[in-house]
């Protein structure tokens, strides 16, 4: 059994992924902003804690950290307002990094998108903000010293999920958030998915073989 808390905790991949480490015994503390989002949390299994991570700072979140096995980033600020997505998914993420190796939490899995790294989106254009935010999470991820892994699903839809995925693709398809909470679950189990970056759309490979 491992402790893990999950930042972002009423997403609907984090909904699922919630649900999936419960049924195998996993202890799950699920960090939300919006107290009125416990019950949903609470009926995956999983324990709600109400925290505000676009407020805390990295010795609020290194308390918030400390003591569990893994953290899984699925937070974001929801795109719209380009301050609050700079504050949520680049600042806030990269104080996580640092709380978690602050807190002594090796393993960090971050949930990002197919194309990140992208900083070819235009300024002007809706989309980039959170792409550049995007972009300079996983790439500072990617220089620590964490047991990282970043999880590149493509556009995502509301399937019940295949239990496969194509960890090839060249493109960015689609994937279900099932599968997608499904891998986030594979490659907490799989230490050979520490310090990769896995892109994926659905497909036809069983998603514990194709992580490994």
């Not at 953290?71 to 380009?82: C, E």
Request: charged content about 25%.
């Amino acid at each position: 059994m491992a402790r893990i808390v999950l930042i972002g905790g009423h997403g609907k991949v984090a909904l699922h992924l919630e649900r999936l480490l419960a049924e195998r015994g996993d202890e799950v503390d699920a960090v939300i902003r919006n107290p009125e989002h416990a019950d949903d949390v609470a009926a995956t299994g999983a324990t709600p804690v109400v925290a505000d991570i676009e407020a805390l700072d990295v010795d609020g979140l290194t308390a918030l950290l400390r003591g569990h096995d893994a953290v899984v980033w699925s937070a974001g600020a929801g795109g719209g307002d380009p301050r609050r997505t700079y504050a949520v998914d680049r600042d806030a993420a990269l104080h996580s990094m640092a709380a978690a190796d602050a807190a002594g939490v090796r393993r960090y899995v971050m949930v990002s998108y197919f194309r990140s790294p992208d900083h070819s989106v235009p300024a002007g254009d809706s989309f980039h903000a959170y792409a550049e935010a995007k972009a300079a999470a996983d790439e500072h991820l990617a220089t620590t010293t964490l047991d990282w892994t970043i999880l590149g699903p493509s556009r995502l839809t509301d399937g019940d999920g295949t239990g496969g995925i194509d960890a090839e693709a060249s493109e960015s398809l689609t994937v279900d958030r099932a599968d997608v909470a499904a891998v986030a679950a594979a490659v907490l189990l799989e230490p050979a998915t520490i310090r990769r970056t896995i892109r994926f759309n659905a497909g036809a490979t069983p998603i514990a073989e194709a992580v490994r």
